[in-house]
């Protein structure tokens, strides 16, 4: 089954790190420039990363800052640390939800 919340909190944590780094969210990232012509206001996607591999080096610089890495590490404790907590906050809601919504529907998914 695939969980919903196990699916936010990847985009989350892929969100913080492409953030930091890329200077785009992932669907930029992985989508490039939706709409030829419009910038993706200067962030590097992997379509520019597979076009000019020296920009590499601008991530690889962006990654191997200290001030970058530990706002990183801050950042992923935070958001792993609130969907944990919430998680339990909202378990009977989300194990109602499952019973009665999502089993019943029979289309593997689950909160």
Do not use: H
């Amino acid at each position: 089954m695939t969980s919903l919340l196990g699916l936010a909190e990847g985009y989350v944590q892929a969100n913080i790190v492409t953030e930091s780094l890329m200077k785009v969210n992932p669907l930029e990232f992985v989508l490039g420039d939706v709409v030829a012509g419009i910038s993706s206001g200067g962030g590097i996607s992997l379509s520019e990363l597979i076009r000019r591999p020296e920009l590499l080096g601008n991530v690889g610089a962006a990654a191997s800052n200290p001030a970058n890495l530990a706002n990183i590490a801050v950042q992923s404790l935070v958001a792993r640390t609130a969907f944990k907590f919430g998680k339990r906050i909202m378990r009977p809601n989300i194990n109602l939800m499952n019973r009665l919504v999502f089993r019943p529907a029979g289309i593997g998914v689950k909160l």
